[in-house]
């Protein structure tokens, strides 16, 4: 789950299924009881007719877990953490860097930096469309070391500069999924 809407689809088909729980996050759902087999089934079906996927392996759920991580920070956190990414990764998943690090690289073909500067992008991206915060509030909101990098970072990226893509009138945007 990497949004609000797919937390609220969990929640919805944990409802008709009538399997109770406590929690639903990103990534995570504490259900109060153990369910059958059959529930899991059912659950399973109603999740990917949604486009969503239960998952049952524990590397493809930690996988999950750091895009998680990602996705809060950039999209929903104001605040930076307190460590740098590769410790505050650390200290919320409770294994080594170089371990998460490779294993992403391997499962997904992109480094976490990769991942972390694509989501990035994309929140910039937002945020130039809202056309509410300038450059320079962009650039310290998502905690870039200036304006300078930010619009380098962009270009590379989209191959555009952030003004000439907040002038475009069609604005090509990802969902937050595809990334």
């Known amino acids: 789950m990497v949004s609000n809407r797919c937390k609220l689809k969990v929640k919805e088909e944990l409802k008709n299924l009538g399997i109770g729980y406590e929690s639903v996050d990103l990534g995570n759902a504490e259900l109060r009881d153990s369910i059958s087999d059959e ?56 294994y080594d860097y170089t371990y998460l690090s490779n294993l992403f690289s391997e499962t997904t073909g992109t480094t976490i930096e990769q991942f972390i500067i694509a989501h ?16 320079t509030e962009i650039s310290f909101q998502l905690h870039y ?17 952030p003004t000439y ?13 595809t990334l």
């Open 39 to 94: 529930q899991r089934a059912l659950l399973k079906k109603a999740l990917l007719k949604s486009g969503l996927e239960l998952m049952d392996d524990q590397l493809a759920i930690l996988i999950e877990k750091i895009k998680n991580i990602v996705v809060e920070m950039v999209h929903h956190s104001e605040d930076a953490p307190k460590l740098k990414f590769s410790e505050f990764l650390e200290s919320q998943l409770e």
């Open 145 to 161: 070391s200036s304006v300078a990098h930010l619009s380098s970072q962009f270009k590379k990226v989209t191959g555009l500069t």
């Open 165 to 177: 893509y907040k002038s475009l009138k069609k604005k090509r945007r990802k969902m937050l999924e």
């Open 120 to 135: 990035k992008i994309e929140r910039v991206k937002e945020l130039l469309i809202y056309d509410e915060l300038s450059l």
